[in-house]
């Protein structure tokens, strides 16, 4: 991110505080203006041509820059939800709807079986529980990878499928 005088372009379009379009302006003229008004110009689309500066407070911009990168990075990206072999039929809807929200927002899905007690001597009912939850989400998602099973609990990844 350029500020003020690391602009190295002779010309810059440049945009006041309040939104406005001030023109394409010598970039000494643009710093001359931004300093008048005791604020910074700021390149913010270099990409473009000629590239693009805004009159603005630096240190405010750089926070707000921050605090939407940091909101960013908060989105998990991946779900868990949990299933026992013993689960009803509507409870498995419910938790199916569940898992088509979070693959229709984006999100990988880690499905997980859990096992309590001796219920880990069925652990054919838990593999069929993932190859039906497996078949009623394969229009929107695939499975990554095979079932792993570790210790208690049988778990498989559901991604979904790039249609977009």
């Known amino acids: 991110m350029r500020v003020n005088e690391r602009i190295r ?6 945009i006041d505080e309040n939104g406005e379009n001030l023109g394409v ?5 643009a710093i001359a203006i931004a300093k ?8 913010v689309a270099p990409q473009a041509s000629p590239p693009v500066c805004k009159i603005v407070d630096f240190g405010k911009y750089y926070y707000q820059q921050e605090k939407r990168e940091r909101k960013q990075q908060h989105r ?18 419910t938790k199916l709807n569940r898992v088509r ?4 927002d984006g999100d990988m899905v880690r ?6 007690g001796r219920e880990i001597i069925h652990a054919s ?7 039906r939850v497996e ?30």
């Open 9 to 14: 372009v002779p010309e810059v379009r440049v």
């Open 25 to 29: 302006l010598a970039t000494d003229k």
């Open 36 to 43: 008048e008004r005791k604020l910074d110009l700021v390149e």
């Open 76 to 93: 998990s990206k991946l779900k868990e939800i949990k299933f026992t072999i013993k689960i009803g039929e509507h409870d498995f809807q």
């Open 101 to 104: 929200e979070f693959l229709s």
């Open 111 to 116: 499905v997980s079986i859990f096992f309590r």
């Open 125 to 131: 009912k838990g593999h069929e529980l993932l190859r």
């Open 135 to 164: 078949e009623e989400v394969k229009d929107i998602a695939r499975v990554e990878g095979q079932p792993m099973a570790k210790g208690k609990i049988l778990q498989m990844m559901v991604v979904p499928s790039q249609q977009t």
